[in-house]
């Protein structure tokens, strides 16, 4: 008999899309796209399915499921949530969301070897970014909001000291900042579902749950429907 242990993670935020199982916040069990932005409503349903057959294999059912609560990709996110909240729905388990920023963070923390301040950054198209600070240990130390990347962004932030700028709408600031403190990671840092696995093992410590009938992704900016073509949820079953 499968133990109900464990949470599935989801992260569709972004051009990388990936699922994953973790337990006590230790993966079991992943999948994410070869290639940036492949059609998230393609892979995820597939990729949700192989992820529970391999924990099911060990024995293990979902506890909660865990998504990447925006900011991001308005199709992106609409695709995550509906999906998380059909299965939480289905398997009759709660909703663990997770900021989008703050997976980004966490992606970063490997590569934060001199430990500073983490302000992560998504690509909002044009110079446009979503961004918000955190400290080494993941605590917010600002607001979400967008951004629209000038010379003077984040002056404050660089006048505490040195500012570690992660993710894809760091890449296109390069050019913009040239303060001192506004330190580059070496490497391209996108939000996983790998990364939120102790984020998500934290707020099912703390029993903190989404509404699953009115929860809702963080867009930040306006949202525009579109005509949604999403049935990644017709290929899964419920297992348990």
Same mark, same amino acid.
């Given at each position: 008999?499968q133990?109900?242990?464990?949470?599935?993670?989801?992260?569709?935020?972004?051009?990388?899309?990936?699922?994953?199982?973790?337990l006590?916040? %230790?993966?079991? $069990? @992943?999948?994410?796209?070869? &290639? #940036?932005? !492949?059609?998230? +409503?393609v892979?995820?349903?597939?990729?949700?399915?192989?992820?529970?057959? %391999?924990?099911? $294999? @060990?024995?293990?059912?979902? &506890? #909660?499921? !865990?998504?990447? +609560?925006?900011?991001g990709?308005?199709?992106?996110?609409?695709?995550?949530a509906?999906?998380?909240?059909?299965?939480a729905?289905?398997?009759?388990?709660?909703?663990?969301?997770?900021?989008?920023?703050?997976?980004?963070?966490?992606?970063?923390?490997?590569?934060?070897?001199?430990?500073?301040?983490?302000?992560?950054?998504?690509?909002?198209?044009?110079m446009?970014?979503?961004?918000a600070?955190?400290?080494?240990?993941?605590?917010?130390?600002?607001?979400?909001?967008?951004?629209?990347?000038?010379?003077?962004?984040?002056?404050?932030?660089?006048?505490?000291?040195?500012?570690?700028?992660?993710?894809?709408?760091?890449?296109?600031?390069?050019?913009?900042?040239?303060?001192?403190?506004?330190?580059?990671?070496?490497?391209?840092?996108?939000?996983?579902?790998?990364?939120?696995?102790?984020?998500?093992?934290?707020?099912?410590?703390?029993?903190?749950?989404?509404?699953?009938?009115?929860w809702e992704?963080?867009?930040?900016k306006?949202?525009?429907?579109?005509?949604?073509?999403?049935?990644?949820?017709?290929?899964?079953?419920?297992?348990?």
């Open positions: 008999m133990s109900k242990e464990g949470i599935l993670l989801i992260e569709t935020a972004t051009r990388v899309c990936s699922v994953a199982y973790s006590k916040g %230790e993966l079991l $069990a @992943q999948r994410i796209s070869s &290639e #940036a932005g !492949a059609n998230h +409503a892979q995820l349903a597939p990729f949700v399915q192989e992820v529970l057959t %391999e924990a099911q $294999a @060990q024995g293990f059912a979902p &506890e #909660a499921i !865990a998504v990447s +609560a925006g900011p990709s308005y199709t992106g996110l609409r695709i995550g509906s999906t998380a909240k059909g299965l729905f289905g398997f009759e388990i709660p909703l663990i969301v997770v900021p989008t920023l703050q997976i980004v963070a966490a992606a970063a923390i490997p590569y934060n070897t001199q430990n500073l301040r983490i302000r992560s950054m998504i690509d909002a198209r044009r446009e970014v979503y961004t600070m955190y400290d080494t240990d993941l605590r917010p130390l600002s607001d979400e909001r967008a951004e629209v990347l000038t010379p003077k962004s984040f002056e404050s932030d660089f006048a505490l000291g040195p500012v570690l700028l992660v993710g894809d709408g760091a890449a296109k600031s390069k050019e913009i900042f040239t303060h001192p403190h506004a330190v580059f990671c070496d490497q391209e840092i996108a939000p996983t579902a790998m990364a939120m696995a102790r984020l998500a093992q934290s707020k099912m410590e703390q029993r903190d749950f989404a509404d699953l009938a009115y992704p963080d867009y930040l306006e949202y525009v429907a579109v005509v949604g073509q999403n049935k990644v949820l017709n290929n899964i079953t419920k297992t348990v």
